[in-house]
């Protein structure tokens, strides 16, 4: 039986949002993100961090036009007024949206990742459709949240 089809194999769908994020967000805005499903702060070096994003990978659905959902909350803590929360959540979106573009939508890269060797970018990407925001949120431990409900649509050889 031969092998799936780059484009079908979630663990490049997954590995290609990752480096999509954390080259954005981490590298270039300095945000930590995790991609934990719990909204617990992160311990960097053994300090705790009072904003970063996690990201979480929610439904796929495979066809030859793949639709994939990620849910992205960004997070602050002390924030009394949900300023810094307003300013992380700015930082997220306008890696979601591109303005270059006529349609306005982002799109992310789509690679054929490797544990060793270099990843291939492949000749299709990944297209963020929808953004769905939640309104501020807080949690018992005193962080600040929302929740950005993401559907990314690219095509698949399945």
Same mark, same amino acid.
């Given at each position: 039986m031969p092998d799936l089809d780059a484009t079908a194999k979630e663990s490049? +769908?997954?590995?290609?949002?990752?480096?999509?994020?954390?080259?954005? +967000?981490?590298?270039?805005e300095g945000v930590h993100v995790t991609f934990d499903k719990y909204l617990s702060t992160p311990s960097v070096q053994g300090h705790k961090v009072d904003r970063w994003? =996690?990201?979480?990978?929610?439904? +796929?659905a495979m066809s030859? !036009?793949?639709?994939?959902i990620l849910r992205i909350f960004p997070c602050t803590r002390a924030d009394s007024e949900g300023f810094k929360l307003s300013q992380l959540r700015d930082k997220v979106f306008k890696y979601l949206v591109d303005a270059d573009m006529t349609d306005g939508m982002a799109r992310i890269p789509f690679y054929r990742s490797r544990a060793e060797g270099a990843w291939t970018l492949l000749d299709t990407g990944m297209v963020?459709?929808?953004?769905?925001? =939640?309104?501020? +949120?807080?949690?018992?431990?005193?962080t600040k949240?929302?929740? !950005?409900?993401?559907?990314?649509?690219?095509? =698949?050889?399945?």
């Open positions: 490049n +769908l997954k590995d290609s949002v990752k480096r999509y994020f954390i080259d954005s +967000l981490y590298k270039t994003v =996690s990201i979480n990978f929610g439904s +796929l030859s !036009m793949s639709q994939f963020v459709q929808d953004v769905i925001e =939640s309104d501020q +949120l807080d949690a018992d431990d005193g949240f929302k929740e !950005m409900t993401v559907r990314i649509r690219f095509s =698949s050889k399945v």
